[in-house]
């Protein structure tokens, strides 16, 4: 591993930033080694592996994870205040003042998600193995898989902005190729294209941010970066913090970017689960808090973060509640989740620990839903309707059981683990931020509502799936007096224990991770050395009542849920319903506005300028091409072939430039 | 300054370098012209290298090397393969790119 | 400087752009190679003169050992003796030539010779490891990335020497097999089915220019050396059988073409 110590970061770390990796950090490169070589073996292996390949996969992603816990063992021997490391691997660029190295940023944030990645991923994979089993490209999904999680730690452990976009674009590349993993569908390959090219969108940010601290700072490290910014201007911190919000927006899909993650449901479900749940999507949320500085420099830029958070978090609950594909179901649950994130990281130092809080939990009880969708459409082939489904409880008992605990979580009940995150977003959010109270109520009260609407379209979607009657065809021909017996014939069956493992594995972290986490503040604290102290204000409302309010919210969410999609029969197809419901089944409008907005205009911008390209450019140029073709006709009598004529040539140009230059010169 | 003479010698030997390439027709002998500019180079960069006191001199001449020998190998294969189907190994034979 | 370098340099440099000069005026490829050796070999003890006696050393053994045998290859493969003319075929290139050397050389030594350089550093504290190691140190810490890439356009380059050299067999392999039978179907046209005839052998001479005689006393054209008769170095049997003949009967008259026989087969 080039450990190449002797070639120094060229930049003066920062005082609180150590360049000397003790000992027990030193494995760090091969945490994303370790997937790299399993996806390139996999990838350059071709069809000799096919036999072996998944469990290859599966060897790197849980080795790298063993290697997360040497780490944050050897993190958890240091002092609190040392737990901060940039570790110099490589001189990338060296380009006079421009010095690039590839570095890692250990600390207790990126050993955070190296943790979440690695063991979520190394469950998934486990799912994998018998969710891909009849899949011919089961070796290449894992290639994929495997290429994913090198990506996302490359992310997460890059020290600079630019081995962050390195690892930015794998992960976009990485959900590229897994969306369109059945790419022989034009569905699943046009979905993948409009996540890769929103994505683009968002990454334009990213390069702007990028040339900013360029410009500003010189320096792309994160240690140069953080330290250098509350010297700069205010106008351009803040123009480096809008930018990497809209980052943060392409990757995590948060408004006005987030249209793409409904359609990435495309992709096998347990891609979903670890990309577009648990981690890349995240992605956003790590680089608000891990620019925490530069957030911290403009309360205009943390503004525009909060907002666009609590935007995101109602308008993906809303669309959550309209959804029939499970799927999408979740992954508007998805978004509304990420918004709580980002609003919490918008909160400034008093959020961004809750943040990456409710991150972890939320990675957990999200990729345990979405593993226990997967095995709902593994027993249902592949339906995903869930006006289709309806009794499974019977039938799946594992799936429901561990289902039903995530679903606990994600509510936001106590003692699960979604509370203990979740209900210290809202708290946070009703904290007035610099005195201004306006701000705390609205954000307060949006996130208040917003778990209201969680409780409902998730009971929902739970209740529809597992509970009421049975609304699939089961092939006995009689009526029963309910389930229409049209569609294909069902044989629900649990699914084997390589999925279910992994399903019961997750639901434990739903029940327990949260508490254990909030247990004396100990993640909070962990995390101090990254996201800074945060001083304890007070919300405007009491810590009891908000508790109540949001705890009453739920229950009335749920219990509502309960007599519409258990009690009451659901129809099979969906019912009219009001316009608010129309828009939320087709996105609120999302892709229309695109089209309208983006779309057209562009459209009608290229065709004006492929006219004027036409007539005028190519006017002049096939003018001027006709002009050079005679000139050119006329010279071609240079053109006798010779090599040694065309040397002359070269050689008198020398002389010529060698002379004009020194006349010049002196 | 003594060390200049090392880069004047270098010049002109450059220039022979260049002179045979332009007045000699056996491809062969072109090529060997080359190296003998790609040496004069060389000579330059560790006479440089000298001046300044930095290793990065040589170390640049000695990639030259390195790629100028893997340049006389194809160089060299690609005048074989001329010669085997020409039955000449005069640049001026080779003229197709007039037409 | 020291007085010795100086002595060296003096020595060696003209001696270099001399001997250079036979790269434009030998007339065989072979004299230039032997040239390119001796330039290349200066080369390498200025190198070593310019504490870089690391870069010497690889000077002698890639360029004088590796490259330049390589070109004697080359030559040798197509034709060490093949001497091309100096006689210009462009039209005025010859002139074209001369004068952009001598400009860009009277160009770029101006440069060098006007240039005020700063005092000569030295190496003597960059080498002060020696110099191999100090060079290692620099390869391996600043330039690793390139050495890998100098290794891959290495191996392409060897990868590439054998593809372009690849001769493809278009036709089917001419084994002893078809030789027979191909012997045998041009029987009609007037082929032959025997060996060639070996050249003939007299009393007096040992006749690889002279034709053997069949049995009725022919000579057999083919059985000379192809190479002999296109360069037109064969003798007539009956020169030579009057030329014994002679021997036998008139000794003292017929000596002279017996005189220029070995002169011509020591050729």
Known sequence: ?666 | MELTHYVVLSCILFSVGAATVLLRRNAIIVFMGVELMLNATNLAFVTFGRMHGDLSGQVIAFFVMVVAAAEVVVGLAIIIAIFRARRSVSVDDVDLLKS | MSPGEDVLFWVLAPLMVLVSFGLLVARKAVHVAICMVFVMIGFAVLYIALEAPFLGVVQIVVYTGAVMMLFLFVLMLVGVDASSSLVETIRGQRWIGVILALGLGVILSGVVVQTVFPPAVGLAEANSVTNPVGLARVLMSDYVLAMEVVGIVLITAAVSALVLTHKRRLTPARGQKEIADAKVAALPQGGRLTPLAAPGVYAQNNAMDTPALDPQGRPIAESVSRVLRIRGQQREATDVLLGEHGLVERTSTVAEPEGSAPDEEER
């Not at chain 1, 970066?225 to 930018?243: D, F, K, N, R, Y």
């Not at chain 1, 247990?519 to 009542?545: M, R, Y």
């Open chain 1, 1 to 666: 591993m080039p450990t190449v110590t002797s070639v120094a970061a060229s930049v003066a770390a920062s005082s609180a930033v150590s360049n000397e990796v003790p000992a027990s950090l030193e494995l760090a490169p091969y945490v994303i080694l370790l997937p790299l070589v399993g996806a390139a073996v996999l990838l350059l292996a071709g069809r000799r592996s096919d036999r072996w390949g998944h469990w290859l996969g599966l060897a790197t992603a849980i080795g790298s994870f063993v290697v997360g816990l040497v780490l944050l063992v050897g993190l958890l021997g240091l002092d609190a205040g040392e737990r901060v490391y940039d570790m110099a691997l490589y001189d990338w660029l060296p380009g006079g003042t421009l010095d690039v190295g590839v570095g890692l940023r250990i600390d207790p944030l990126s050993v955070t998600f190296v943790l979440l990645v690695t063991f979520v991923g190394s469950l998934i994979h486990l799912y994998s193995v018998a969710y891909m089993e009849h899949d011919d490209d089961r070796r290449r999904f894992f290639a994929y898989l495997n290429l994913f999680v090198a990506a996302m730690l490359v992310l997460v452990l890059a020290n600079s902005y630019l081995l962050l976009f390195v690892g930015w674009e794998g992960v976009g590349l990485a959900s590229y190729l897994l969306i369109g993993f059945w790419y022989r569908e034009r569905k699943n390959a046009v979905a993948a294209k409009k996540a890769f090219v929103m994505n683009r969108v968002g990454d334009i940010g990213l390069i702007v941010a990028m040339m900013l601290m360029l410009a500003t700072f010189g320096s792309l490290d994160f240690a140069v970066v953080h330290e250098q910014a509350p010297a700069a201007s205010l106008g351009i911190v803040t123009a480096i913090g809008l930018m990497l919000l809209l980052a943060a927006c392409g990757k995590s899909a948060q408004f006005p970017l987030q249209a793409w993650l409904g359609d990435a449901m495309a992709g096998p479900t347990p891609v979903s689960a670890l990309i577009h749940a648990a981690t890349m999507v995240t992605a956003g949320v790590y680089l608000v808090v891990r620019s925490a500085p530069i957030f911290d420099v403009s309360p205009d830029a943390r503004l525009v973060v909060a907002i666009i958070g609590a935007v995101t978090l109602v308008f993906g609950a809303i669309i959550g509640c309209a959804k029939d594909d499970i799927k999408k179901a979740l992954a508007a649950s998805t978004m509304s989740q990420i918004g709580y994130m980002i609003l919490a990281a918008g909160l400034g130092p008093i959020g961004y620990a809750f943040a990456i809080f409710h991150l972890v939990t939320h990675g957990f009880f999200k990729a345990g839903l979405f593993l226990g969708a997967g095995s709902v459409m593994h027993g249902m082939g592949d339906q995903v309707d869930m006006r289709r489904f309806g009794g499974l409880s019977r039938y799946m008992k594992v799936t429901f059981v561990t289902f039903g605990l995530g679903w606990l979580a994600i509510l936001g009940i106590p003692p699960f683990s979604g509370f203990w995150s979740k209900d210290k977003i809202i708290e946070a959010a009703f904290v007035p931020v610099e005195g201004s109270e306006w701000q705390a109520w609205v954000f307060g009260f949006t996130a208040l509502i917003g778990a209201g609407i969680t409780a409902f379209y998730m009971s929902r979607l739970f209740f529809m799936t597992f509970g009421g009657k049975r609304r699939w065809n089961d092939g006995s021909g009689d009526v029963d007096g309910t389930g229409p017996q049209q569609g294909p014939v069902q044989h629900p069956h649990e699914s084997p224990l390589l999925m279910t493992l992994p399903m019961v594995v997750l639901a434990f972290g739903s029940v327990f991770l949260g508490g254990l986490l909030a247990w004396g503040d100990s993640f909070v604290t962990w995390l101090e050395p990254v996201t800074g102290h945060a001083e304890h204000a007070e919300p405007v409302l009491p810590v009891w009542s908000l508790i109540t309010l949001t705890l009453l919210l739920v229950v009335g969410g749920v219990i509502l849920a309960w007599r519409q999609y258990a009690v009451a029969d659901v129809p099979v197809t969906a019912p009219p319903a009001s316009a608010l419901t129309r828009a939320a089944r087709v996105d609120l409008y999302q892709d229309a506005v695109n089209e309208t907005v983006f779309m057209r205009p562009g459209q009608y911008l290229t065709r004006t300028l492929v006219y004027s390209d036409k007539e005028v450019v190519d006017g002049t140029w096939m003018g001027g091409a006709a002009l050079l073709g005679t000139v050119g006709r006329v010279w071609r009598k240079a053109q006798n072939g010779f090599v040694r004529s065309y040397a002359a040539t070269i050689l008198g140009g020398l002389i010529v430039i060698v002379a004009v230059v020194l006349a010049l010169a002196s």
